[in-house]
T-cell receptor, first 109, second 115 residues
Framework: SQQGEEDPQALSIQEGENATMNCSYK?????LQWYRQNSGRGLVHLIL?????REKHSGRLRVTLDTSKKSSSLLITASRAADTASYFC?????????FGTGTRLLVSP | EPEVTQTPSHQVTQMGQEVILRCVPI?????FYWYRQILGQKVEFLVS????????KSEIFDDQFSVERPDGSNFTLKIRSTKLEDSAMYFC?????????????FGEGSRLTVL
Protein backbone atom coordinates (compact mmCIF):
# COMPACT_ATOMS: atom_id res chain seq x y z
CA SER A 1 0.00 0.00 0.00
CA GLN A 2 1.08 3.56 -0.46
CA GLN A 3 0.04 6.78 1.15
CA GLY A 4 -0.42 10.01 -0.70
CA GLU A 5 1.46 13.16 0.17
CA GLU A 6 -0.91 16.08 0.48
CA ASP A 7 0.15 19.62 -0.17
CA PRO A 8 -0.11 22.17 1.31
CA GLN A 9 -0.13 20.96 4.91
CA ALA A 10 -2.41 23.83 5.85
CA LEU A 11 -4.58 26.24 3.91
CA SER A 12 -6.48 29.23 5.21
CA ILE A 13 -9.07 31.02 3.04
CA GLN A 14 -12.16 33.18 3.26
CA GLU A 15 -15.69 31.93 2.67
CA GLY A 16 -16.57 32.05 -0.98
CA GLU A 17 -13.02 31.46 -2.17
CA ASN A 18 -11.89 28.29 -3.87
CA ALA A 19 -9.57 25.82 -2.13
CA THR A 20 -7.15 23.62 -4.03
CA MET A 21 -5.29 20.71 -2.47
CA ASN A 22 -2.80 18.48 -4.17
CA CYS A 23 -1.79 14.87 -3.73
CA SER A 24 1.25 13.07 -5.05
CA TYR A 25 1.97 9.36 -4.96
CA LYS A 26 4.71 7.02 -6.06
CA UNK A 27 3.44 3.83 -7.71
CA UNK A 28 0.65 2.92 -10.14
CA UNK A 29 -2.90 2.90 -8.84
CA UNK A 30 -6.33 1.48 -9.51
CA UNK A 31 -8.10 4.52 -8.13
CA LEU A 32 -7.55 7.49 -5.88
CA GLN A 33 -9.97 8.52 -3.18
CA TRP A 34 -10.41 11.73 -1.21
CA TYR A 35 -11.70 11.82 2.36
CA ARG A 36 -12.57 14.57 4.80
CA GLN A 37 -12.18 14.49 8.57
CA ASN A 38 -13.75 17.01 10.84
CA SER A 39 -11.84 17.40 14.07
CA GLY A 40 -12.15 14.28 16.20
CA ARG A 41 -14.68 12.65 13.88
CA GLY A 42 -14.59 9.72 11.48
CA LEU A 43 -13.37 10.06 7.92
CA VAL A 44 -16.00 10.73 5.29
CA HIS A 45 -15.56 9.61 1.71
CA LEU A 46 -15.81 12.49 -0.76
CA ILE A 47 -15.01 11.17 -4.18
CA LEU A 48 -13.29 8.30 -6.00
CA UNK A 49 -11.56 8.74 -9.34
CA UNK A 50 -10.42 5.72 -11.30
CA UNK A 51 -7.07 5.48 -13.01
CA UNK A 52 -8.66 5.77 -16.47
CA UNK A 53 -10.48 8.99 -15.55
CA ARG A 54 -8.95 12.44 -15.75
CA GLU A 55 -11.56 14.56 -14.02
CA LYS A 56 -14.60 14.03 -11.86
CA HIS A 57 -17.15 16.36 -10.31
CA SER A 58 -19.41 16.02 -7.30
CA GLY A 59 -21.33 19.10 -6.24
CA ARG A 60 -18.76 21.77 -5.36
CA LEU A 61 -15.91 19.27 -5.61
CA ARG A 62 -13.73 18.78 -8.65
CA VAL A 63 -11.01 16.16 -8.70
CA THR A 64 -8.37 15.71 -11.34
CA LEU A 65 -5.98 12.85 -11.82
CA ASP A 66 -2.78 12.83 -13.84
CA THR A 67 -1.37 9.32 -13.78
CA SER A 68 1.68 10.36 -15.83
CA LYS A 69 2.66 12.79 -13.08
CA LYS A 70 1.27 10.59 -10.32
CA SER A 71 -0.70 13.46 -8.91
CA SER A 72 -4.23 14.50 -8.12
CA SER A 73 -5.91 17.70 -7.06
CA LEU A 74 -9.08 18.43 -5.15
CA LEU A 75 -10.80 21.74 -5.79
CA ILE A 76 -13.56 22.96 -3.50
CA THR A 77 -15.41 25.85 -5.08
CA ALA A 78 -17.26 28.60 -3.21
CA SER A 79 -16.00 27.31 0.14
CA ARG A 80 -18.05 27.55 3.31
CA ALA A 81 -17.09 27.62 6.97
CA ALA A 82 -18.47 24.08 7.20
CA ASP A 83 -15.73 22.92 4.80
CA THR A 84 -13.19 23.48 7.58
CA ALA A 85 -11.62 20.04 8.05
CA SER A 86 -8.62 17.92 7.18
CA TYR A 87 -8.57 16.40 3.71
CA PHE A 88 -6.78 13.19 2.81
CA CYS A 89 -6.04 11.46 -0.44
CA UNK A 90 -5.73 7.68 -0.64
CA UNK A 91 -4.12 6.33 -3.80
CA UNK A 92 -4.80 2.63 -3.98
CA UNK A 93 -4.10 -0.41 -6.08
CA UNK A 94 -6.29 -3.23 -4.77
CA UNK A 95 -4.82 -2.82 -1.32
CA UNK A 96 -5.90 -1.38 1.98
CA UNK A 97 -6.27 2.38 2.17
CA UNK A 98 -3.45 4.20 3.87
CA PHE A 99 -3.71 7.84 4.89
CA GLY A 100 -1.09 10.54 5.09
CA THR A 101 -1.01 13.67 7.19
CA GLY A 102 -3.55 15.52 5.05
CA THR A 103 -4.25 19.15 4.30
CA ARG A 104 -5.85 21.16 7.11
CA LEU A 105 -8.30 23.60 5.57
CA LEU A 106 -9.58 26.54 7.55
CA VAL A 107 -12.40 28.55 6.00
CA SER A 108 -13.09 31.81 7.80
CA PRO A 109 -16.49 33.52 7.63
CA GLU B 1 -28.60 6.30 5.08
CA PRO B 2 -26.78 3.23 6.42
CA GLU B 3 -23.91 3.95 8.73
CA VAL B 4 -21.19 2.26 10.73
CA THR B 5 -21.84 2.57 14.45
CA GLN B 6 -19.26 2.28 17.19
CA THR B 7 -19.53 1.87 20.94
CA PRO B 8 -18.50 3.16 23.36
CA SER B 9 -17.85 6.68 22.15
CA HIS B 10 -15.38 7.19 24.97
CA GLN B 11 -13.78 4.72 27.35
CA VAL B 12 -11.38 5.44 30.17
CA THR B 13 -9.42 2.51 31.54
CA GLN B 14 -6.49 1.74 33.75
CA MET B 15 -3.24 0.49 32.29
CA GLY B 16 -3.20 -3.28 32.10
CA GLN B 17 -6.97 -3.64 31.77
CA GLU B 18 -8.70 -5.33 28.87
CA VAL B 19 -10.81 -3.23 26.55
CA ILE B 20 -13.32 -4.26 23.90
CA LEU B 21 -14.39 -1.77 21.28
CA ARG B 22 -17.49 -2.62 19.30
CA CYS B 23 -18.55 -1.83 15.79
CA VAL B 24 -21.65 -2.59 13.75
CA PRO B 25 -20.67 -2.37 10.09
CA ILE B 26 -23.15 -1.67 7.32
CA UNK B 27 -25.16 -4.83 6.90
CA UNK B 28 -24.26 -5.96 3.38
CA UNK B 29 -20.59 -5.08 3.68
CA UNK B 30 -18.00 -7.82 3.54
CA UNK B 31 -14.70 -6.17 4.39
CA PHE B 32 -13.98 -4.69 7.78
CA TYR B 33 -11.17 -2.58 9.14
CA TRP B 34 -9.84 -1.01 12.28
CA TYR B 35 -7.77 2.15 12.17
CA ARG B 36 -6.48 4.28 15.00
CA GLN B 37 -5.51 7.91 15.35
CA ILE B 38 -3.33 9.14 18.17
CA LEU B 39 -4.17 12.74 19.00
CA GLY B 40 -2.67 15.10 16.45
CA GLN B 41 -1.31 12.29 14.29
CA LYS B 42 -2.43 10.56 11.14
CA VAL B 43 -4.97 7.79 10.80
CA GLU B 44 -3.09 4.48 10.93
CA PHE B 45 -4.20 1.11 9.61
CA LEU B 46 -4.43 -1.66 12.20
CA VAL B 47 -6.15 -4.65 10.64
CA SER B 48 -8.43 -5.81 7.86
CA UNK B 49 -10.91 -8.68 8.14
CA UNK B 50 -12.70 -10.66 5.49
CA UNK B 51 -14.51 -13.98 5.43
CA UNK B 52 -14.10 -14.39 9.18
CA UNK B 53 -10.38 -14.06 9.23
CA UNK B 54 -7.70 -11.42 9.32
CA UNK B 55 -6.55 -10.59 5.81
CA UNK B 56 -3.85 -8.11 6.78
CA LYS B 57 -2.45 -6.51 9.90
CA SER B 58 0.05 -3.79 10.61
CA GLU B 59 3.06 -3.85 12.92
CA ILE B 60 0.98 -2.01 15.49
CA PHE B 61 -1.43 -4.94 15.67
CA ASP B 62 0.65 -7.13 17.99
CA ASP B 63 -0.38 -10.03 20.22
CA GLN B 64 -2.21 -7.67 22.55
CA PHE B 65 -4.80 -6.99 19.85
CA SER B 66 -7.44 -9.29 18.48
CA VAL B 67 -10.54 -8.93 16.33
CA GLU B 68 -13.69 -10.94 16.14
CA ARG B 69 -16.97 -11.03 14.32
CA PRO B 70 -18.86 -13.08 16.88
CA ASP B 71 -22.41 -12.96 15.59
CA GLY B 72 -22.48 -11.83 11.98
CA SER B 73 -23.24 -8.22 12.84
CA ASN B 74 -20.77 -6.98 15.43
CA PHE B 75 -17.09 -6.54 14.72
CA THR B 76 -14.95 -6.13 17.82
CA LEU B 77 -11.43 -5.01 18.62
CA LYS B 78 -9.99 -6.32 21.87
CA ILE B 79 -6.90 -4.97 23.55
CA ARG B 80 -5.87 -7.49 26.20
CA SER B 81 -3.63 -5.43 28.44
CA THR B 82 -3.77 -1.75 27.63
CA LYS B 83 -0.73 0.49 27.67
CA LEU B 84 -0.57 4.25 27.97
CA GLU B 85 0.39 4.47 24.31
CA ASP B 86 -2.85 2.75 23.29
CA SER B 87 -4.67 6.00 24.08
CA ALA B 88 -6.16 7.03 20.73
CA MET B 89 -9.30 7.25 18.64
CA TYR B 90 -10.15 3.89 17.15
CA PHE B 91 -12.14 3.89 13.93
CA CYS B 92 -14.00 0.98 12.43
CA UNK B 93 -14.65 0.97 8.69
CA UNK B 94 -16.42 -1.31 6.27
CA UNK B 95 -16.89 -1.67 2.54
CA UNK B 96 -18.82 -3.83 0.11
CA UNK B 97 -16.01 -4.03 -2.33
CA UNK B 98 -12.66 -5.73 -2.22
CA UNK B 99 -9.66 -3.90 -0.87
CA UNK B 100 -8.94 -0.60 -2.48
CA UNK B 101 -11.69 -0.73 -5.08
CA UNK B 102 -14.46 1.16 -3.35
CA UNK B 103 -15.16 3.71 -0.69
CA UNK B 104 -14.69 2.98 2.97
CA UNK B 105 -17.47 3.90 5.37
CA PHE B 106 -16.10 4.97 8.74
CA GLY B 107 -17.74 5.07 12.13
CA GLU B 108 -17.43 8.09 14.39
CA GLY B 109 -14.80 6.40 16.48
CA SER B 110 -14.21 5.25 20.03
CA ARG B 111 -11.92 7.40 22.09
CA LEU B 112 -9.77 5.26 24.40
CA THR B 113 -7.98 6.91 27.29
CA VAL B 114 -5.54 4.74 29.23
CA LEU B 115 -4.49 6.08 32.62
Amino acid sequence: SQQGEEDPQALSIQEGENATMNCSYKTSINNLQWYRQNSGRGLVHLILIRSNEREKHSGRLRVTLDTSKKSSSLLITASRAADTASYFCAPTGFQKLVFGTGTRLLVSP
Amino acid sequence: EPEVTQTPSHQVTQMGQEVILRCVPICNHLYFYWYRQILGQKVEFLVSFYNNEISEKSEIFDDQFSVERPDGSNFTLKIRSTKLEDSAMYFCASTQESQGTGELFFGEGSRLTVL
